[in-house]
């Protein structure tokens, strides 16, 4: 029990907190609002913690005995989110209203979660640090799944819900404009540590 406790609190600290996931939901929330946004959400709470349960289960096995196709599936997800970075900046509110601009669907959103740098340093900390050789694995990595499906849907939540209220404050084109740049431009910033790791790889191996 004290165990699962710990996981709790990890999963809120690292669910709640600023990353692609946070920052794509609540842009969501201010140029769609939250009904639009909603399958979006539902793929982020389940597709993550589904994603927890695979890498518990031994899918990171595989990475474990190809790193290549590990770092390739980082440089594409590095790609994607430079992609997804201009999306948000260049969205235009004209063209959302027009119906030209969409949010994510569930299986876009769940999708996402495996080129997404820090859900994977979530899920392969989280397995690493709370499964035990001693102990039932299954049980441990189901107990994981559960604590990151518990914390989702309020810490993602709080994101969309605080997105769809500067939805109202930003209601001027302009100020919401500003705003898409600005979430693009924390996106980037996002982008960084994956950026670091791959660069600390790929230098490892050519010396």
Same mark, same amino acid.
């Given at each position: 029990m004290d165990i699962f406790i710990a996981v709790l609190f990890f999963a809120f600290s690292t669910t709640v907190t600023p990353g692609p996931n946070n920052i794509m939901i609540m842009s969501s929330g201010v140029n769609y609002g939250v009904r639009a946004s909603l399958p979006h959400f539902l793929g982020i709470c389940l597709g993550f913690p589904f994603m927890v349960l695979l890498v518990g289960l031994g899918f990171g096995v595989i990475f474990d005995r190809f790193p290549n196709l590990h770092q390739l599936i980082k440089v594409v997800g590095v790609v994607y989110l430079f992609w997804l970075a201009w999306h948000i900046a260049s969205a235009e509110p004209k063209a959302i209203e027009r119906g030209e &601009?969409? $949010?994510?669907?569930?299986? #876009? %959103?769940?999708?996402? #979660?495996? /080129?997404?740098? &820090?859900?994977? =340093? =979530? %899920?392969?900390? +989280?397995? +690493?640090?709370?499964?035990?050789?001693?102990?039932? #694995?299954?049980?441990?990595?189901? +107990? @994981?799944?559960? %604590?990151? *499906?518990? =914390?989702?849907? $309020?810490?993602?939540?709080?994101?969309?819900?605080?997105?769809? *209220?500067?939805? &109202?404050?930003?209601?001027?084109?302009?100020? #919401?404009?500003?705003?898409? @740049?600005? =979430?693009?431009? @924390?996106? /980037?910033a996002s982008i960084v540590p994956v950026l670091q790791e791959l660069w600390y790889f790929y230098t490892a191996r050519s010396w």
């Open positions: &601009k969409k $949010p994510f669907s569930f299986w #876009q %959103a769940v999708l996402f #979660q495996w /080129v997404n740098g &820090k859900a994977w =340093m =979530m %899920a392969s900390g +989280a397995v +690493a640090t709370y499964t035990t050789v001693t102990g039932n #694995q299954y049980f441990e990595v189901l +107990a @994981i799944t559960l %604590a990151f *499906l518990l =914390m989702a849907f $309020p810490c993602v939540g709080v994101w969309l819900v605080f997105g769809s *209220l500067l939805r &109202k404050v930003l209601s001027k084109p302009l100020l #919401q404009r500003i705003f898409n @740049i600005t =979430m693009g431009l @924390i996106l /980037v």
